[in-house]
């Protein structure tokens, strides 16, 4: 009768101690109130690189005007009319326009452009400006593509690693879905984005619980952008000591129910 007291009163005990550890702590955007519009910006646009790897195609109603702004591109075929298509060889596309170190790319016909700090949209503007400029053809369509977007999260997620993404746009708590969510030792509060930005790493602090996070110039990741969610390393809070108590006891219910299994 004394050993079915203990088992109870040590199964009160981790009940009582697990109700006690908060969840508030893991839930995300805590002061954002039901029936409240939250604006943010929809038309944000990755910047481009050194060493990104972009894909541009120009296409006209004409496609023989395209032909010489397409020549890394593929290969060309004369239609039964006369007409000149064009077939995208994935081996080049694949490789893209790489931007050099001094943040150019050389284009064909064009010659050597500026890309480095312009945005997809304002590539392809200056792109159709220069082609129009030279009168080479009018109202030409300019397409372009990242094929390198990447970024990294590390720390106290489910599965650390580096991530591709398809196009050039993804949110924070987008990567961090992608990585499997936060652990449970995650300081939500302590979530960072280390950016390169003219030549120097710069670090951006969120914290998950607050709406504050789409105000932040790096909700939107950029390409090569490191996400570090910090673990709670430095000290135990209330909830890490509650988890280590409920273990604790657990095992020693364990213990005691393989003792009184063995005695009888």
Not at 196 to 207: K, L
Not at 212 to 231: H, K, M
Not at 233 to 255: C, H, Q
Request: aromatic letters at 10%; one cysteine or more; hydrophobic letters at 40%.
């Amino acid at each position: 009768m004394m050993y079915k007291q203990i088992i109870w009163a040590i199964v009160f005990a981790v009940s009582f101690l697990t109700s006690c550890t908060s969840s508030k702590n893991i839930v995300y955007m805590q002061d954002m109130q039901t029936g409240e519009k939250y604006p943010y910006n929809d038309r944000k646009e990755a910047t481009i690189r050194r060493d990104d790897r972009l894909s541009i195609t120009v296409s006209n109603k004409n496609p023989e005007l395209a032909i010489p702004f397409n020549i890394y591109g593929g290969t060309f075929r004369v239609g039964s009319e006369g007409d000149i298509r064009t077939e995208a060889s994935t081996r080049v596309n694949e490789k893209g326009y790489r931007v050099d170190i001094d943040g150019d790319i050389e284009f064909p016909i064009l010659g050597i452009i500026h890309v480095e700090g312009l945005t997809v949209s304002e590539l392809r503007d200056l792109i159709k400006e220069k082609i129009e400029k030279g009168n080479y053809m009018k109202d030409p369509i300019v397409s372009i593509e990242f094929l390198n977007f990447k970024y990294t999260v590390l720390g106290a997620v489910g599965r650390n690693g580096t991530f591709n993404v398809e196009g050039d746009r993804i949110t924070l708590l987008e990567a961090i879905a992608n990585a499997g969510d936060i652990a449970v030792n995650a300081r939500i509060d302590r979530v960072a984005v280390i950016r390169e930005v003219n030549g120097e790493r710069e670090m951006f602090m969120h914290d998950l619980r607050s709406k504050e996070i789409f105000d932040s110039p790096a909700f939107y990741l950029q390409q090569n952008d490191v996400v570090y969610v910090e673990p709670k390393y430095r000290k135990a809070d209330i909830e890490d000591r509650g988890w280590k108590i409920t273990t604790f006891l657990l095992s020693v219910v364990s213990a005691i129910s393989s003792i009184m299994w063995a005695i009888k």
